[in-house]
Nanobody, 115 residues
Framework: QVQLVESGGGLVQAGGSLRLSCVTS????????MGWYRQTPGKQRELFASISRLGNTNYADSVQGRFTISRDNVKRTVYLQMDSLKVEDTALYFCNVFPGSSYSWGQGTQVTVSS
């Protein structure tokens, strides 16, 4: 049933750090690129970080230099290290396959950054 499970979110002060995890049950995980997405109420879910099956990474300008995406192919898990968090990073964070986002979205994990 559940193929993507995000965790690690929470409340943190601006300038602080969080590490998110996305545990998957995707049999083809090692052959798939993965991405982190985030969404705020009334706004479209946006991709902001991705990692290819070989570990090549891409970031949106909004998080470049602050966030780091990584993967563990043995654990079939994607991570997101978030440093220097800003209030505008507050959102519900999701992971999914990228490109494609073809799997059912998980529950996400909430990140709230306070000033």
């Amino acid at each position: 049933q559940v193929q993507l499970v995000e965790s690690g979110g929470g409340l943190v002060q601006a300038g602080g750090s969080l590490r998110l995890s996305c545990v998957t049950s995707l049999l083809r995980f090692n052959a798939l690129g993965m991405g982190w997405y985030r969404q705020t109420p009334g706004k479209q879910r946006e991709l902001f970080a991705s990692i290819s099956r070989l570990g090549n990474t891409n970031y949106a300008d909004s998080v470049q230099g602050r966030f780091t995406i990584s993967r563990d192919n043995v654990k079939r898990t994607v991570y997101l290290q978030m440093d220097s968090l800003k209030v505008e990073d507050t959102a519900l964070y999701f992971c999914n396959v990228f490109p494609g986002s073809s799997y059912s979205w998980g529950q996400g994990t909430q990140v709230t950054v306070s000033s």
